[in-house]
């Protein structure tokens, strides 16, 4: 069974960073085509970014150019790094896999 454990979030001012991280495991990571997405409160899943197996990545427009996502093949890492934050950037945020997520983990940015 695929396993993804993600961590990182928390509360956080307008203009601050935050950097999640997704345990992955129970698959072949390297291999492995990998999201983040995002759910705000009321609303649906927005895919929020991308990273192919050699690297390469894309984001939604809504946060190109304030966020990094990377990964990590030897420990089977995700990282998403959230630089220059907004409130509607406030939500849970999942790693995945295909069909697969985790149990999210809670961003929220407010003064």
């Known amino acids: 069974e695929v396993q993804l454990v993600e961590s990182g979030g928390g509360l956080v001012q307008p203009g601050g960073s935050l950097r999640l991280s997704c345990a992955a495991s129970?698959?072949?990571?390297?291999?492995?085509?990998m999201r983040w997405v995002r759910q705000a409160p009321g609303k649906g899943l927005e895919w929020v970014s991308g990273?192919?197996?050699?690297?390469?990545?894309v984001y939604a427009d809504s946060v190109k150019g304030r966020f990094t996502i990377s990964r990590d093949n030897a420990k089977n890492m995700l990282y998403l790094q959230m630089n220059s934050l907004k409130p509607e950037d406030t939500g849970v945020y999942y790693c995945?896999?295909?069909?697969?997520r985790g149990q999210g983990t809670q961003v929220t940015v407010s003064s």
């Open positions: 990273i192919n197996t050699d690297g390469s990545t």
């Open positions: 995945a896999r295909r069909n697969d």
């Open positions: 129970e698959f072949t990571f390297s291999i492995a085509y």
